[in-house]
C-alpha cells in the first residue's frame, strides 16, 4: 500500500513570495490534515479535511493561508505572501475516517523563506 | 485547553540498554488517547504505541511499552534492548476523541531527541 505522498520535498524562496504544497493521502483515506513543524516544536494542526469539507481551520493563518480538497482526496496547502516565520516543515497526514484514531504521516515539505 | 510537557530535549542510550522517555499532559477529558510517535531523520512520523485512556492496562508493542499513570497524566516510554535504529525524534501526543464533528488532531510535546551510541 502506497504511503501519503508529498511535492516538492524541499524548498526556498524569498519572503512575500508564493508557495503551494501537494499531497495525496493513502488511497481510501477520508480524513487529511496538513501540519506546521517549526524547528524545535512539535507539529501543529492547521487545518483538517473530512472528504472535501473542513473539519478545523482554527490555527490555520487565514490572511495568507489557503488549503483545498477539491475532490475529497488530494489536498494543496497554499502561503501567498510568505513570511519569514513560515519557515518550517509541513506535515501531510491522512486516517481511514473520523472514528479510526491513527494517523499516517508523509514525509514533508521543508520550507525555507530568506 | 490540552496541553502535552516533554521535559527532556535530548537522551543518549548505549545498545541494547534501556532507556526511557517521560511525558505529561493536561487535560480536563476523562476519555482520550495518547502516542508515541517517532521521527528520524528522513522525518517521516511513524506511529510507535499508542494507548486508550480507559484501559488500564500499559500497552506494549515488542521492546517499546508504555508507563500509562492517568491520576498523575503521566505517559512514559520505554525502549528495551536499544538498537541503532532506534535513532530518532520521540514525540509524545494527546487526541480527544471526536466527539459531534470536532476536530481528532493530535497535540504534540516538543519531543526527545534520542542518540542510541554503538
Known amino acids: 500500500e502506497a504511503g501519503v505522498a508529498q511535492s516538492p520535498r524541499y524548498k526556498i524562496i524569498e519572503k512575500r513570495q508564493s508557495v503551494a504544497f501537494w499531497c495525496n493521502p493513502i488511497?481510501?483515506?477520508?480524513?487529511l490534515y496538513w501540519y506546521q513543524q517549526i524547528l524545535g516544536q512539535g507539529p501543529k494542526l492547521l487545518i483538517q479535511?473530512?472528504?472535501?469539507?473542513?473539519?478545523?481551520d482554527s490555527q490555520l493563518p487565514k490572511d495568507r493561508f489557503s488549503a483545498e480538497r477539491l475532490k475529497g482526496v488530494d489536498s494543496t496547502l497554499k502561503i501567498q505572501p510568505a513570511k519569514l516565520e513560515d519557515s518550517a516543515v509541513y506535515l501531510c497526514?491522512?486516517?481511514?475516517?473520523?472514528?479510526?484514531?491513527?494517523?499516517?504521516f508523509g514525509p514533508g515539505t521543508r520550507l525555507t523563506v530568506l | 485547553a490540552q496541553t502535552v510537557t516533554q521535559s527532556q530535549p535530548e537522551m543518549s542510550v548505549q545498545e541494547a540498554e534501556t532507556v526511557t522517555l517521560s511525558c505529561t499532559y493536561d487535560t480536563s477529558e476523562n476519555n482520550y488517547y495518547l502516542f508515541w510517535y517517532k521521527q528520524p531523520p528522513s522525518r517521516q512520523m511513524i506511529l510507535v504505541i499508542r494507548q486508550e485512556a480507559y484501559k488500564q492496562q500499559n500497552a506494549t508493542e515488542n521492546r517499546f511499552s508504555v508507563n500509562f499513570q492517568k491520576a498523575a497524566k503521566s505517559f512514559s516510554l520505554k525502549i528495551s534492548d536499544s538498537q541503532l535504529g532506534d535513532t530518532a525524534m520521540y514525540f509524545c501526543a494527546f487526541m480527544r476523541p471526536n466527539y459531534g464533528g470536532a476536530t481528532n488532531k493530535l497535540i504534540f510535546g516538543t519531543g526527545t531527541l534520542l542518540a542510541v551510541q554503538p
Open positions: 488511497s481510501g483515506h477520508a480524513t
Open positions: 479535511f473530512q472528504n472535501n469539507g473542513v473539519v478545523d
Open positions: 497526514a491522512s486516517s481511514l475516517a473520523y472514528l479510526y484514531n491513527e494517523q499516517f
